[in-house]
């Protein structure tokens, strides 16, 4: 039997467990290694000049000022770049997975490592010094002259696609819509209640711990690059340094350690990667480049900016019968990535039984900074939508909003929704039900008086949602026993902070009956791990698993083989249990360690996507006086479909709802609309979420299987993000509505809610 074909009684023997994360105590100590830890003997450093207009024609760049400085050593500029056959970045922003929405892009914007013509974002890299020191950089980057003829900026894109053109195609760079329009437009013309909303979501960014860094080689007798690099995933940063470099893949080695932070705003390729390896190979020597954080909040991707146009349509009984979405997803100066749209898309109806459906979603570009998948790529965007609606059809139309969400909640699986995904298993109502009394519904309004006596305005709000994991379809793991009592798991995706080196190491340690101390991961080094996909989209843990399963299961054979041979016993007639490869029926048995080495590997291609799903609720106070929120309560409970380390993922549901309640609350990137200058580049201005700003969170999991899965699993991590901009909105405009205050767009900051109050 394989360790897949096992799964329900190895739960029952170890996994599952709440295990502390052993990787810990090494990053605790200070004995981590992140990007800006990797030196190499003769480095030099390199500094980017950055475009300070938003949209720019580049008239000339002259470097003799810089040059003239001691201790520079090149001034490269995007005419070097191009002179030496550098490419731009191969960047693929329309998913070729079967199972997600194809947008249909008219136009997909290069991305140059260094443009020749216009800068088009405010913070575009448009030329890189190198020089001894780091401070020699910086200043030598200081005295490159660009003659720049600046041209309109475009902030906040139409969805006619007029104003400012950044390239010689239209703005709008696609189209699609999805589900049937004729069924949609009949349904809302004999529906008894239809609810409009227009929001629109605000633009945020990573804000990463540490800033992007990357460190650059060239090996002249080989003829490889190596490049030291924050990237979520080496593998895919390999292949896109080498396109843009035009090399073959095999010349390029990426390796990553410690990553310092990501969520989706490290997926992609930076420019700087494949300049710091280019530059290293001109001057014969490594060259290594840190981003401060004033240029990481300029040039860093960032996320979300979605303006959408939204209709629910119900019946008398409050049964919804239609919805119509129409979103323009901001995409920047670079279609870097339209996942955000197409999964949003794709799960537009959430876990609701809505009959039909028409999405419509549109990408345009704009002179801000290119945007990309962020913690839970698009989903957070349409829960906060439809979750708005549904409390706006409550209010407006007299339905509970509790029992309006339970009457439509989808009950039978497998369920097809309108955009054709299959779900495959749920507990959407039980989910529900579960929040509300770890939230204590039921005692709110005790609560909302006692809150009224204090002159405080307190509300609740619930939000459902649902997850679309898919990510890069292919992964590989390969496991070596080795007799000094160590196990090497040989793994392509990549830690971003989710204690991989902990819950990974549990599935073997149960699997093949060793301790945890025992067992060792290795990623990050695309020379010693051939294929990964790298960490995105819940994918980590949900691939891992079944390639280290397999893996496991040929460690065993092999184990068998060689113990039949030792044990001079048929193979057949071997059996492998807790650690032990025992005769049946014998006293004769030989430990695994005792066996030499052994080796399983395998790999792996699975396009399933995954739908984790779940339930959460916000409690807040708002002074009306100033109108500052605090949050009181914010509960949740999130299905997994199998926990591996539930200690691991109330970490991550922590973590997300931070993300999500900082979003929801005072998150936000802000663009001059004129200029097209980042108004919000420091922390001074980019108000992050603080300990003491939120409460001690009531997190839960659920474990409802899924059946499309080998071991169970849905993916963990974005749960607490993807429905807390819903809960948080709900719960801020429940407090309101005594002002009559109906909606307000995100972030709901003390101004906007203050100025909402007194109107």
């Known amino acids: 039997m394989s360790f897949l074909q096992s799964r329900t ?32 003997p003769g480095q030099a450093y390199a500094s980017m000049v950055r475009s300070p207009h938003a949209h720019a024609r580049i008239r000339s760049i002259d470097a003799a000022a810089a040059l003239a400085l001691p201790g520079v050593l090149a001034v490269f500029t995007g005419e070097d770049a191009v002179r030496d056959g550098l490419k731009p970045i191969p960047f693929r922003p329309v998913t070729p997975n079967p199972h997600e929405v194809r947008l249909n892009a008219s136009f997909v914007a290069p991305y140059p490592l260094l443009p020749v013509d216009k800068a088009r974002f405010v913070g575009q890299a448009l030329a890189l010094v190198v020089a001894e020191t780091a401070m020699a950089a910086r200043d030598a980057a200081e005295r490159v002259t660009v003659e720049y003829e600046p041209l309109p900026a475009l ?31 009949a349904a809302m013309k004999s529906a008894a209640h239809v609810v409009v909303l227009e929001t629109k979501m605000n633009r945020v960014t990573g804000v990463p711990m540490e800033p992007r860094t990357a460190l650059g080689a060239y090996d002249e007798r080989t003829k490889r690059y190596a490049v030291y690099a924050s990237c979520a995933g080496p593998h895919r940063a390999r292949a896109e340094i080498a396109g843009a470099l035009d090399v073959p893949e095999s010349d390029v080695r990426v390796v990553t350690r410690e990553l310092g932070g990501n969520y989706g705003t490290r997926n992609n390729l930076y420019p700087e990667f494949a300049l710091v390896a280019w530059a290293a190979r001109r001057l014969r020597r490594p060259v290594k480049w840190t981003c401060e954080r004033t240029e990481a909040f300029l040039s860093d991707e960032h996320a979300r900016d979605l303006l959408t146009r939204a209709e629910l349509a119900l019946d008398a009984a409050g049964k919804f019968v239609a919805l119509r979405f129409d979103h323009l997803s901001n995409v920047g100066a670079h279609a870097v990535s339209f996942i955000p749209l197409t999964k949003g898309m794709a799960v537009s109806t959430s876990v609701y039984d809505v009959p039909v459906a028409a999405i419509r979603g549109r990408a345009v570009m704009s002179t801000t900074a290119p945007t990309t998948p ?86 609740i709000g619930l939000g459902h949602y649902i997850e679309l994991n898919t990510g890069a379809p292919r992964e590989r793991a390969e496991i070596r026993v080795l007799p000094e009592r160590r196990v090497e798991v040989v793994l392509g995706t990549l830690s971003a902070g989710q204690g991989h080196e902990t819950s990974f190491a549990q599935l073997v340690a149960e699997w093949l009956a060793v301790d945890l101390r025992e067992v060792s991961l290795i990623t990050g080094d695309t020379d010693l791990t051939p294929v990964g996909g790298g960490s995105h989209s819940g994918r980590s843990m949900r691939m891992g698993a079944v390639v280290m399963a397999h893996a496991c299961d040929r460690v065993v054979e092999q184990g068998k083989q060689r113990a039949s041979e030792l044990l001079e016993a048929a193979m057949a007639d071997v059996e492998f249990s807790d650690g032990r490869f025992r005769v049946k029926g014998t006293d004769r048995s030989i430990g695994l360690f005792d066996l030499g080495v052994l080796m399983g590997e395998h790999d792996e291609t699975t396009p399933l996507p995954s739908y984790p799903f779940g339930c959460a609720v916000c409690e807040v106070e708002v002074d009306p006086d100033t109108g500052v929120v605090q949050v009181m309560r914010h509960c949740t409970v999130d299905d997994c479909g199998r926990a591996v380390n539930p200690l691991v993922l109330h970490g991550q549901t922590h973590g997300g709802i931070a993300a999500g309640v900082g979003q929801a609350l005072w998150e936000a990137c802000r663009y001059d609309p004129e200029s097209g200058q980042l108004l919000s580049a420091s922390f001074m201005d980019y108000a992050m979420p603080r300990a003491d700003q939120l409460p001690m969170f009531d997190t839960e999991i659920s ?57």
């Not at 339905?399 to 995904?421: H, I, K, M, S, T």
């Not at 849905?714 to 607490?720: A, M, S, V």
Request: net charge neutral; hydrophobic share 40%.
């Open 374 to 459: 962020y913690r839970a790529a698009g989903r957070p965007e349409v829960m906060f939508t439809i979750e708005r609606l549904i409390d706006l059809a409550a209010q407006r139309h007299g339905f509970d909003r509790l029992a309006l969400r339970e009457q439509n909640l989808v009950r039978e699986f497998p369920y097809r929704n309108p955009a054709g995904l299959v779900y495959d298993s749920g507990d959407y109502l039980g989910a529900q039900r579960r929040v509300l009394e770890l939230a204590d519904w039921k005692g709110f309004e005790e609560r909302r008086q006692e809150s009224r006596l204090r002159g405080r305005c307190r509300g």
């Open 155 to 185: 902030v906040a894109p139409a969805a006619s696609g007029d104003g400012a053109r950044l390239w010689d195609a239209p703005n709008v760079c696609a189209d699609t819509t999805i589900g049937s329009i004729s069924a949609v437009e």
């Open 9 to 40: 009684r190895r739960a029952r023997e170890g996994i599952g467990k709440p295990v502390a994360r052993k990787e810990d105590a090494r990053l605790l100590q200070g004995k981590g290694c992140y990007t800006d830890d990797f030196n190499l």
């Open 703 to 759: 474990e409802v299987p899924s059946t499309t899965h080998p071991l169970g699993m849905r993916g963990g991590g974005e749960g607490g993000t993807t429905p807390a901009l819903a809960a948080v909105a709900n719960a801020v405009l429940d407090a309101l509505a005594a002002f009559g205050v109906e909606h307000l767009d995100l972030p709901l900051t003390p101004e906007r809610v203050w100025r909402a109050i007194h109107r």
